[in-house]
């Protein structure tokens, strides 16, 4: 678990620095819609077609009390975390008659897993 807390944390250094794949790649279907030519088919692909039902980000700025946003499709969710010394807040958003009737048992699990997690380190 530290490794992959230490992996982690290396990955988002990076990607706030502009040095995450995932912001590059969606850089480049953006730019190849926008530019009005053919869509590279790595886009194309039923992985992309899905969309994404979890957006997240952190909120970096240590002045913040919460942030948020909102999903990227109809039946997902938008989640943001804000980490603090004494603890995390999620702010989790989702559209009403879409992930709407799910939210409160998708923040029970959350909820869940950061109480497993701090038992498994405390413990």
């Given amino acids: 678990l530290q490794e992959a807390a230490r992996t982690h944390s290396k990955n ?24 009005g030519g053919q869509v590279p088919e790595m886009f194309q692909t039923e992985a992309y077609q899905q969309g994404f039902e979890l957006s997240t980000s952190q909120t970096a700025c240590r002045l913040s009390m919460a942030g948020g946003f909102g999903p990227t499709s109809f039946s997902g969710y938008g989640v943001s975390y804000f980490v603090q010394e004494e603890g ?8 009403k008659g879409g992930a709407d009737p799910e939210a409160k048992a998708f923040y029970n699990a959350i909820w869940q897993a950061m109480q497993d997690m701090k038992d498994m380190l405390q413990g």
Avoid: K, P, Y
């Fill in 12 to 35: 988002s250094r990076e990607a706030m620095v502009g040095r995450g794949a995932d912001r590059h790649l969606f850089g480049l279907m953006i730019q190849s819609r926008l530019n």
């Fill in 88 to 95: 995390i807040t999620f702010t989790i958003t989702s559209f």
